[in-house]
């Protein structure tokens, strides 16, 4: 099962590196708001995760995984004008899965495929404690945003739309 293997490979890097994390298990989950609640903490400390298709001309089209802060939305705005792109918008679902190396709602902070750029907003870096879904819908883990910096080496940008209301 690609889920399984993507936690592994995950716990695997989180160990090797030495990078304290804890795992929380709750029922399956994947919505924001609702694993939040599960977890017991507020949206803004979770991180949410959403592949991009960024068409930058008619023939180059990029992959962004793009990180924000759980109460927020992605600016597709912004990514674009990161990029220079003509044309920014949401992943397929097949894509997304494919390059994610998850399903939809179990998706990691982190690119272990090549073809997908990962880029997360400031205040996701700066949360000291960063809740995800840990490439399954039962399970979560929880470490710093700057431990996650370190590891993950996201490109820094503000992508983040304003809280939600």
Sequence with gaps: MADHDTYQRLITLLDEAAIPYDLIDHAPEGATEAVCALRGHPESEAAKCIVLR???????????????????RVDLDAVRELYGARYV????????????????GTVLPFSFDPDLELVADPEVVAQPKLYFNAARLDRSLVMSGADYAELARPRVAGIAGQPSV
């Design 54 to 72: 960024v068409k930058l001309d008619r023939r180059t089209t990029r992959h962004v995984l793009a990180v924000v802060p759980g109460d927020r």
């Design 89 to 104: 918008g949401f992943s397929d679902a097949v894509t997304a899965e494919r390059l994610a190396r998850s399903v939809p």
